[in-house]
Nanobody
Framework: QVQLVESGGGLVQAGGSLRLSCAAS????????MGWFRQAPGKERESVAA????????YYADSVKGRFTISRDNAKNTVYLQMNSLNPEDTAVYYC??????????????????WGQGTQVTVSS
């Protein structure tokens, strides 16, 4: 497994931007599919974006397409989520996670077995 620590969350006004980072420790980070998930109060955890081990394949939930960008730097063992044009519906705790599975379509939660502690993103109207 890999240990994950998210950072970059905070309070932002609607229309603003944030960049989340997820730093990984442990071996073989570059072999993992990485995903970003979020969970709003009273709602189930949902997938937001994911990226293959090489960065050549990505997935985005419909709700964030065109606004969010996932990327990774395997030399730094870090995955990023650039979030633009934020709106109050994006308010949630954001988690990064690692999976041994190849990225093929929408991420499946149970395929991700290493999770960070989460970082809060709050978007005010």
């Amino acid at each position: 497994q890999v240990q994950l620590v998210e950072s970059g969350g905070g309070l932002v006004q609607a229309g603003g931007s944030l960049r989340l980072s997820c730093a990984a420790s442990g071996r073989f980070f570059s072999s993992y599919t990485m995903g970003w998930f979020r969970q709003a109060p009273g709602k189930e955890r949902e997938s937001v974006a994911a990226i293959s081990w090489s960065g050549s394949n990505t997935y985005y939930a419909d709700s964030v397409k065109g606004r969010f960008t996932i990327s990774r730097d395997n030399a730094k063992n870090t995955v990023y989520l650039q979030m633009n044009s934020l709106n109050p519906e994006d308010t949630a705790v954001y988690y990064c996670a690692a999976s041994d599975w190849v990225l093929a379509g929408e991420p499946v939660l149970h395929e991700y077995d290493s999770w960070g502690q989460g970082t809060q993103v709050t978007v005010s109207s």
